[in-house]
């Protein structure tokens, strides 16, 4: 007889973040509803599905000063068959460990070339919502650009 699988409970909070792509002109914004047990990987993932980016290259996360900053993404392997310790893979680290309140501001960087830079603003932290599939993501326009700043 197969046994049962178990589904992976549901996080009863989503974290609802506000993106704002750096030295642009008009802004570009969006907001993402995440669950709140997600990884970094997964705030990647719903950054580039609201942006309608194809994750063609490098990025990672920056919590802190520059050259004090935990660095959070994909650890490179420096071709002697090393990986770069100083930087956390992304698939590990829980967002609500580095979003833990609402205001907490983070950077993300994307395509080390062209340095595309995004503050990653946490808004709140909501309870989920029965019937609704995360992550889920808008843009900002000016009717709900006052939604909360």
């Known amino acids: 007889m197969a046994r049962a699988e ?6 009863a ?14 802004l570009i914004r969006r907001r993402i509803e995440l ?11 719903a950054i580039h ?5 194809e994750d063609m290259y490098l990025h990672e996360f920056r919590i802190g000063l520059l050259h004090d900053s935990v660095r959070i993404g994909i650890p490179l392997d420096d071709g002697s068959g090393r990986f770069d310790d100083t930087c956390l893979a992304g698939g590990k680290v829980p967002i609500a460990t580095h979003f833990a ?8 960087l994307y395509d080390f070339g062209d340095d595309w830079s995004q503050q990653v603003r946490l808004e709140a932290s909501l309870p989920h919502e029965a019937g609704v599939r ?16």
């Open 6 to 11: 178990s589904a992976k409970p549901v996080a």
């Open 13 to 26: 909070t989503v974290h609802w973040f506000k993106l704002t792509l750096n030295g642009i002109r008009p």
């Open 35 to 45: 669950l709140s047990d997600a990884s970094f990987r997964d705030l990647h993932g």
């Open 49 to 53: 599905d609201a942006m309608g980016w």
């Open 101 to 108: 309140a609402p205001g907490a501001r983070r950077v993300y």
């Open 134 to 149: 995360y992550p889920s993501f808008q843009p900002v326009t000016l009717a709900n650009a006052t939604r909360q700043s």
